[in-house]
């Protein structure tokens, strides 16, 4: 099995290598190459199936014959653990990056040419050179293939805290996300190649963009979720470097759907989008670089320092491609229209990405920095997180203010009394939600104030808009109220999933700001049986200590009771793991409810469990940031899934009739 | 290991070979050209979409209160005066109606033989005329 996954392997590099080669003659002379490059591909994917399904298969048998397979499985091991650790070292997630990129370039074949023959076999070129970059990495410095010294009859087991069940989602939908952006990547690079520079390749690589965009937000929020749940240190986003590779690369891709968006409706904003498509594909390869070659330190524990130059070249040679095309294509990426004024919406979307740009800039920077002052000979240097506190809080209320008032504006014009008129409820909400907050959280944190100020007006924002598109729809089409708001998000879903998304992320900032700000934290207490220890509003009782034996798994846990003001709250049982190998792990557990969770971690024990140490957090309303999650990819799918094309409703012919009374113009 | 991997690589590579070149050995298929005249007609699809698009956002803002109805009246016009250059500057083509095997009438005075371009209907100019002056295409052998 082992040798034919391998075989697999070199052939889908061959055809790697043969589908680049084939798309770029079918470019310039079409004919039979066109249809070799397209099966080339298809033979790819088929290819790197195989090797995949010969891992998952050894790793089913758990053949410790093989390297990969005797370093991250173990005979103890659920089999839904032994599938996802396929994915959990270097080698395996490599291979299912390389297949995942195979798997989109087969649907890209399969898919309509709309932007004709040439436009798409550059586009299969471009995804055949990157799954050739990748399958070659695979195969020449990752081997998931290879064999290990001597036969074993036990394995090494995957690492503990990868047992949970986001880990088994979290890896697949954030290579899902980062190597779907490989799509609108390639479609940017045809464009400038073949001089198509126009607005069709943004509308053509409008699905696969918000696929990509979709399953990037998933991976990087089931990793929060996983973080959270798993490493026991009470929070959700620590800004190690694994982390923010994954969100910068977010920032560029929600940067460029926006400005999809502007050029989309008014044709402008044109040179962004080459711009900002090629920095988030570029960004996704310098995250998997900085988290698989060890140039940084951070918690992931794939290292491979065979991959940095050959990761690196290639990330070099794309960048210097890309801003050669660019350059080369420049006269041609000149806006067509001109904005009508800055207060427009258009003029919002241009800040806002200039404020997901300067977000995604200072993360970076602040990840990049160690490794820049290693090389200036500085030493160690470490970022603290402070640093990305302080330049995410105020460009993140910026954004949530922006999300409050875009919505508003209109397309081309700006005036401060129709403008004022459409926002005032909106306004009241903020102004409300400002004191409200600012009243709960003490003046003090007047900025908290701020934060929930600016979450009221946005959520009243997408309120209104709702009701008023409803209501236009019901008044021109006669139809009931629930049959015409029905209607109008189906028949919009990009509009309407984009504003499910803006709501998720406001009611994530309320868990953000109530988990960061306000967390209330008690280290390290040591109790006796029926001692008890208070921690905010809440009081932990300890109980006592029990073991449970899972075959060579032993779990150790403390039985607590959590009670509120008097009320009790039930049982919560935090607990060790030791497995195999001396590898140990605690599981938290957590009291969840929307006004905070009771986290509580056992961080040991004296005299048999006479008496228990505990670490225990009080984290207010992080509930909300779970429940803004599900409804940002409740709002992605939206927007996301392939549906009717936009209509328009129209405006009453009283209104028209009235508009031209008044200017005098009729048609 | 060696000896497997050896006769898989030619196993899966020999079926991947013949699955992937077999287009290279038959002929070629006929293409459908990308002449001049149909990237006009793609252009002015898009722009008058592009346009209609625009006038939907425009009704919608002015619905929704976003817009002053003068600013609403003036972009309008604006956006009709637009779709209607559009329509302007666009050339249909009069194809060449294509009858198989009309008869020539007996009566008919001899002329000069003409050829016209089959895709555009345009006549050739000069014998060595290699492709139509007006869509771009190759004159048939």
New interface residues.
Partial sequence: M???G???L??GF??AL?ATV?GILAFRE???????SR??VW?LAA?LT?ALLSLVVLFIRNDFSVAYVFAHSATYQPLLYRISAVWAGNEGSLLLWAWLLAFYAALVAAGPRTL???FHDLVLAVMSLTAAFFTGLVLFSANPFA?APAGASEGAGINPLLLNAAMIWHPLFQYLGYVGVTVPFAYAVAALVKGQS???WVRAARGWSVWAWFFLSAGMLLGALWAYQELNWGGFWGWDPVENAALVPWLFMTAYLHNAIVQ????MLRAWSPILITATFLLTILGTWLTRTGVINSVHSMINKEQIYPIAIFMVLVAVTAVGLIAWRWPKLKDKTEMGSLLSKEGGFVLSNLVFVALALAVLIGTLMPLFARLAGRGDVAVSQTYYQEISAPLGLLLAILIGICP??????F?W???L??WLWPAIAGIAGFVATAFLAGWAHWTVGLAGGAVLAGIGTLIR?LV??TA?RAH?TGEAWPLALSRVVAKDRRRFGGYLVHAGILLMIIGIVGAVGFQVVQKGTVVPVGGQITVGDYTIAYQGLHEQDYGPVARVFADVTVSRGGRDLGHLYPARMYFPGDQTTSEVAIRGSLAGDVYVVLDGWTQNGQSGGFTVYVNPLVAWLWIGMYVLLAGGLLAAWPGAS??????PAR?LA???T??G?S? | MGYHLGVWILVLGLVAAVFVLWPLARPAPEEAGEGGHRQAQAGLVSGLARIEAELGELEEDYGAGKIALSDYQRLRLELIDQAAVLVAGYRPVKRARVTAKEPTPKTAVASPEVEFCPYCGAARLSPDQAFCHRCGHKWPA
């Avoid at chain 1, 508003?408 to 014009?413: C, E, I, Q, T």
């Avoid at chain 1, 936009?646 to 405006?651: C, L, Y």
Wanted: glycine share 10%.
């Fill in positions: 082992a040798a034919l391998d075989a697999a070199v052939v061959l055809l043969y084939a079409g004919g039979q190459y066109r249809q070799s099966r080339a033979a290819s195989l004709g023959e040439g064999l126009g607005d069709d989309d409706k008014r044709s508003v504006l209109a397309w081309r014009s005036r009394r129709t403008f008129r459409a808009e008023v598109s236009a021109a936009r209509v328009a409703v129209p405006v209104v009235r508009g031209a008044a200017t113009v048609g």
